[in-house]
């Protein structure tokens, strides 16, 4: 089934990675954000299907934003995306209401996710 | 031979033309804005400025000027007080400047003291102006190029950490945030670097142990332990040259990527 997707990452280059990586499996990505500012303003003007979230990015993190999203739509399904440790990291981003913890290098792993979220 | 082998093996990928309506690969719709926001600002600085000149250096020669000619000792080329002149080198003058009474000229020159003052003082404040308006200029562009400066500086000498704070997002400020994006897809690329190669440890590790030796390889063939230590180093140098550099809001510790932000989660 096709998702509408916001990717939110401040490094253009990953946006453009994950937009690429997303299309073949019939998904659309309806906006990109580079900070979590952004990604609060994008999510509730655009209610897209799921939002991949990275962690570390300026003026407004990953945690933050997704907690604002969360706050707004308790149903919102946010994937968090980042290079930092699974292990120290994952556990607080499933407590934080997200639907998982991906390792950004691990792209196989996303987009099972991402289709059975 | 072996690169030509190499060659007829890489499968051929099928790109796809991009649409004639895509915008050009090479020009960054930002930095173009950036460029047109730059030039409006040298055409309305640099109009306001040859303004300030001309009204400035026009209020001082019409000011100097005037005290020249109201001055009856001066002896420079517009003084026809001057009595020292003969009669027919003074006519001479006259006719040269197209005046036909050295009476009327005197009259049409002269001008109260008052104003003249009042215009060298137009004058002074202008070139006031002048030296204010180019300070200003200087501090607005010279200020966050140096800090520009400083952040490539930083870039280059593998220093992540600090992002270039160039002001607002017009013209120079919008270069410094195309600088700190530049900087952000590099450490995304080293991040990268950095975990795929610890994936490729742990891999060669395994291997190591399902082939019954150690993690030096030490039970393997010559040839193959050479192999595995070529694969190992190759491996251990990439990962220090992303230790090498100090990232935004994230360190490595114990061979981890953790957030400086967020260290105890």
Excluded at chain 2, 195 to 216: K, P, Y
Aim: glycine content about 8%; overall charge neutral.
């Amino acid at each position: 089934m096709s998702k509408r997707i916001l990717v939110v990452d401040d490094s253009a280059m990953m946006r453009k990675l994950i937009t690429k990586m997303v299309g073949p499996g019939g998904h659309v990505v309806v906006g990109e954000a580079k900070n979590g500012l952004e990604a609060v303003q994008l999510y509730k003007s655009l209610r897209p299907d799921l939002v991949t979230m990275d962690i570390t990015m300026r003026d407004m993190d990953g945690f933050a934003a997704a907690k604002e999203i969360l706050r707004f739509d308790d149903a919102a399904q946010i994937i968090f995306l980042s290079n930092l440790d699974v292990d120290r990291y994952g556990q607080d981003a499933q407590r934080l209401g997200a639907v998982g913890y991906v390792n950004k290098h691990q792209s196989r792993e996303l987009m099972d996710m991402i289709n059975n979220p | 031979m072996e690169h030509g082998l190499l060659r007829q093996a890489r499968p051929q990928i099928d790109r796809p033309h991009p649409p004639k309506t895509a915008p050009h690969p090479n020009r960054n719709p930002r930095w173009e804005a950036c460029v047109a926001t730059l030039q409006r600002r040298i055409v309305v600085y640099g109009s306001f400025l040859i303004l300030v000149i001309l009204t400035g250096s026009g209020s001082f020669i019409l000011a100097t000027t005037a005290q020249s000619r109201s001055d009856p000792d001066h002896n420079g080329p517009m003084g026809f007080a001057d009595a020292a002149i003969p009669g027919a080198a003074r006519g001479e003058m006259q006719a040269a400047h197209g005046l036909k009474d050295p009476e009327g000229a005197r009259v049409a020159v002269q001008l109260p003291t008052s104003l003249r003052n009042g215009l060298m003082a137009a004058g002074a404040i202008l070139s006031a102006g002048i030296v204010i308006a180019m300070m200003y200029l200087l501090y607005r562009v010279i200020k966050p190029l140096k800090e520009l400066g400083r952040a490539v500086y930083r870039m280059s000498h593998g220093q992540l950490d600090e992002p270039a704070r160039v002001g607002d997002l017009k013209d120079i400020g919008m270069v410094g945030d195309m600088v700190n994006d530049m900087a952000t897809d590099l450490q995304e690329m080293l991040l990268h670097v950095w975990n795929h190669t610890s994936q490729d440890i742990a891999l060669l590790n395994r291997i190591s142990t399902a082939l019954g030796c150690d993690c030096a390889g030490n039970r393997l063939a010559p040839e193959i332990r050479k192999d595995f230590d070529f694969v190992r180093q190759d491996i251990q140098d990439m990962r220090a040259m992303v230790k090498a550099f100090d990232f935004y809001h994230v360190q490595i510790m114990n061979e981890k990527l953790v957030s400086k932000a967020h260290p105890q989660m």
